[in-house]
C-alpha cells in the first residue's frame, strides 16, 4: 500500500510549476553574458561543487528513489454506465488535496530569511536559527576545512561576513579562503535551504523522503544590480535546489510592495518603497490596483554602496583610530589579526544598533601592544554628524529613482507631451533637473513606506518624515516587520504575469546569415540604461553594430528574461552594400532596425508593430529608462567635528 507522503512526493516532482509550459518553450531561456552558467530546469539539477562540503542532502537518482514515480490509479474498472463502480477497500487512505509550497528566499548582506506559503495560506517565516528566525549571512572556514555557517560562525574568531557585496566582481582573495563570493554565497543559501527543507518535513507539509527543497521560489536582489550579477544569483539559488530562472529574481522594493499592498489595507495611489539592508539602497515607484494582483512599477533602481554596513564603517575606523591614538601610531601603521579586526567590526555593528535606541554606547577595543583595556564610548551625536553625507546621498539616489518614474507620471494631454524630453511641461516649464523630493515629489507620490533595517536608524526617519510627511507609513499598520517585509512579498507572490514592469526586461539581438554561415549580433541587454543625457536629451537608445560584408537576410529576436517568452521576427534580405545594422528603442516601445552602409540607411521593419511591452497608454507606458546622469552628487563632507572625540 503506497502511503499518503509517497503519494505527494511523486505528485510534487511531477506537477508543472506555475507559469512553466507543458509544451516546449519557442525560446530557450536568457543566459547569462558570462560564463559559466547553470541550467535551472527541474530536469537537470547541477550538484554542488565538490569542493565544498554539502551540508543539504543531495537528491538520489531517479533510477535509485525507492519511491515509484506513478500514483496508483484510484479509478475503477470500465463498467456499463448503469452498474456502480465497487467500493474501495476499507484501508485504502481517503483522496487527500496535494499542497501547493512555494518559498521566498531573501539573501541578504547582513541576515538571511526564508518564508514559506502554502496554498492560499499567508506567508510566515522558517526559523532558521534556535533563538530567531533569521540566520546570520556568516561563513567561517577552519585549517582542517570545517566549515561553520550562521549564528555558530558569527561567534567564531574571523568569519566572513556581507559576501553579497561581493557578487557583482566575484573576486577571491585572503580575506574570502581564497573561495569566490559566489561559492560561500552558495554554502549559506545552501545551509538555509536545508534548515527549511528539515523544517517543512517536520512540519509535514514536505514528505520524509524529500531530498532537497525543490519548490517554487522567488529570490530577492537589488535593482540596482545588472543582469550578469541577477544570473550569478540564479546560479547560486538554482544548485542549492530552488526551481528558479530570471524572473524569479525580484527586485527587493518591489518585493516589499507585494508584501505591503497585498494586505488588503492599501487605498490605492503611486508608493514610494524604500529598501536600506546592510549592503544595498533600492526605490521603485509603483502603483497597484485596488483589490488586485497587478502592479505597475514605474522605476526601480538603488546605490550597492550606501547600505548599513557603511554606517558600521564610519564608526569602525572610529575606534581604529582610538586605538592607533593609544599606541601612538598613525592609523595606516595599526595592524590587526583578521580575528581581531573582524571582532571590532561587529562590536561597530552592535553599536549601531545600540545608537538607534541609546545616546551613547560603549565597548572593550581589541589589545593591541601598549593598549591594554581601552574602551571606546561611541556618542549618538557624534554618529548622526559623521552618517550625515551618507543620509544625504540616500535621499539623493532616491530622487533619482523618482526622477526616473516622473518622466511617465502626468505627462499632460498636449500631444508634444511624450515621455523623455528634455522638459515636463508645465507652468512655468520645469526641467528633468529641478525635480525633487521635496516639492514634486510630495505633489505625485501619496504614500511612502520604508523597510530595511538600517531605515529604521532615527537620522533616516527623520529624513523622510520631514520630507513626505503624513505620507510616511509605518510597515506595522500593514502587520508587517520593516527586516520581514521583502521575504514576506517573495513568498506571498505567485503570479509573476501580473507584473507590469515599466522599464525592459528583455533582450533584443538580430540572427544572420551570409557566406560564412550564421551568426548573432547582440543589440541590447535587459536592465541597461536607455535614456542618454548630456547636452541635449534623448529617450531613444541606439546601439549601432559591423556585421560581415555579404549578409544576406537577417531576422530580429526579441527574448524576456521569463523562459518561452518571446519572438522572431520574420528574416528579411540585407540591401548590398550594407555595413552594420542600427537598433533604436523608444521610450514608448517602438522599435526601429535600420541597414546602414556608405550612403545608405533603410529600414528593414517599416511595417512591424510595436515591441512587446508596448502600452498604449501615452500616459503611462511600458518603456521607463534607466538615466545615467541625472544623479545628485553630494560631496564627502570634511565635517569639522566629525573625528574621533
Request: a negative charge; glycine letters at 8%; proline letters at 10%.
Amino acid at each position: 500500500m503506497t502511503s499518503f507522503w509517497s503519494r505527494l512526493a511523486s505528485w510534487l516532482r511531477r506537477r508543472p510549476e506555475p507559469g512553466s509550459a507543458a509544451a516546449p518553450e519557442p525560446l530557450e531561456p536568457l543566459q547569462p553574458p558570462a560564463p559559466p552558467s547553470v541550467p535551472v530546469q527541474a530536469s537537470s539539477r547541477p550538484p554542488a561543487a565538490a569542493s565544498v562540503k554539502p551540508t543539504v542532502p543531495v537528491r538520489k537518482a531517479q533510477a535509485n528513489d525507492p519511491h515509484p514515480t506513478e500514483e496508483p490509479s484510484t479509478r475503477p474498472a470500465a463498467t456499463a454506465p448503469a452498474t456502480k463502480p465497487p467500493p474501495a477497500p476499507e484501508s485504502a487512505p481517503a483522496p487527500t488535496r496535494a499542497r501547493t509550497v512555494r518559498i521566498g528566499l531573501d539573501f541578504g548582506t547582513t541576515t538571511t530569511l526564508v518564508a514559506v506559503r502554502v496554498d492560499d495560506q499567508e506567508p510566515r517565516l522558517v526559523p532558521l536559527e534556535r533563538s530567531t528566525d533569521w540566520m546570520p549571512s556568516y561563513y567561517w572556514r577552519g585549517e582542517d576545512g570545517t566549515e561553520q555557517i550562521g549564528a555558530v560562525a558569527e561567534n567564531l574568531p574571523g568569519p566572513v561576513h556581507s559576501i553579497k557585496l561581493g557578487l557583482p566582481a566575484d573576486e577571491a582573495s585572503p580575506r574570502t579562503y581564497g573561495m569566490a563570493p559566489s561559492k560561500i554565497a552558495l554554502r549559506i543559501v545552501e545551509e538555509a535551504l536545508g534548515r527549511t527543507l528539515k523544517r517543512l518535513k517536520s512540519d509535514r507539509l514536505l514528505p520524509d523522503e524529500a531530498q532537497r527543497l525543490e519548490v517554487a521560489a522567488n529570490v530577492g536582489c537589488s535593482a540596482a544590480w545588472d543582469l550578469t550579477t541577477r544570473a550569478r544569483l540564479r546560479d547560486i539559488a538554482a544548485k542549492a535546489g530552488l526551481k528558479v530562472n530570471l524572473a524569479s529574481l525580484i527586485e527587493e522594493p518591489v518585493a516589499a510592495a507585494f508584501a505591503v499592498l497585498l494586505t488588503g489595507a492599501y487605498a490605492g495611489g503611486r508608493v514610494l518603497i524604500v529598501d536600506i539592508g546592510g549592503g544595498t539602497l533600492d526605490a521603485c515607484v509603483l502603483r497597484a490596483e485596488p483589490g488586485t494582483n497587478r502592479f505597475t512599477i514605474f522605476a526601480s533602481g538603488g546605490r550597492i554602496d550606501l547600505g548599513g554596513d557603511r554606517y558600521t564603517d564610519l564608526i569602525a575606523d572610529r575606534m581604529r583610530a582610538e586605538l592607533a591614538g593609544a599606541a601612538g601610531i598613525p592609523v595606516a601603521e595599526l595592524h590587526l589579526s583578521v580575528a581581531d579586526d573582524t571582532r571590532l567590526w561587529q562590536e561597530a555593528e552592535r553599536l549601531k544598533r545600540d545608537l538607534s535606541t541609546r545616546p551613547s554606547s560603549r565597548t572593550q577595543l581589541p589589545d593591541v601592544p601598549g593598549t591594554p583595556g581601552i574602551v571606546a564610548t561611541i556618542e549618538r551625536e557624534w554618529f548622526e554628524r559623521a552618517s550625515r553625507s551618507l543620509v544625504m546621498k540616500s535621499v539623493a539616489a532616491v530622487n533619482d529613482v523618482y526622477r526616473e518614474a516622473r518622466l511617465v507620471l502626468d505627462r499632460g494631454d498636449h500631444p508634444e507631451d511624450l515621455p523623455g524630453t528634455v522638459y515636463l511641461r508645465q507652468n512655468p516649464v520645469l526641467k528633468l533637473g529641478q525635480l525633487h523630493l521635496e516639492d514634486d515629489g510630495v505633489e505625485h507620490i501619496d504614500t511612502v513606506i520604508l523597510v530595511g533595517g538600517a531605515s529604521q536608524m532615527p537620522m533616516i526617519q527623520r529624513e523622510f518624515q520631514r520630507i513626505f510627511g503624513s505620507r510616511m507609513e509605518d510597515p506595522s499598520r500593514y502587520g508587517l516587520d520593516p527586516v520581514e517585509a521583502i521575504v514576506m512579498g517573495l513568498a506571498r507572490h505567485a503570479a509573476l504575469e501580473s507584473l507590469d514592469y515599466g522599464y525592459p526586461n528583455w533582450e533584443v539581438s538580430a540572427e544572420l546569415t551570409g557566406p560564412s554561415g550564421q551568426s548573432v549580433v547582440e543589440f541590447y541587454d535587459p536592465y541597461a540604461p536607455v535614456m542618454e543625457l548630456g547636452l541635449t536629451t534623448r529617450a531613444v537608445y541606439r546601439s549601432e553594430r559591423p556585421i560581415s560584408p555579404g549578409t544576406q537576410t537577417c531576422r530580429l529576436v526579441l527574448r524576456r528574461v521569463a523562459p518561452g517568452e518571446g519572438a522572431r521576427w520574420p528574416g528579411v534580405d540585407v540591401p548590398r552594400g550594407t555595413t552594420g545594422l542600427c537598433l533604436e528603442l523608444s521610450l514608448l516601445g517602438d522599435i526601429r532596425l535600420s541597414a546602414v552602409g556608405d550612403r545608405l540607411v533603410k529600414n528593414l521593419y517599416p511595417e512591424r508593430p510595436a515591441a512587446p511591452w508596448k502600452n498604449v497608454e501615452a500616459k503611462h507606458p511600458a518603456w521607463i529608462v534607466k538615466p545615467r546622469d541625472i544623479e545628485t552628487i553630494y560631496p564627502d563632507w570634511d565635517l569639522p567635528n566629525a573625528g574621533p572625540g
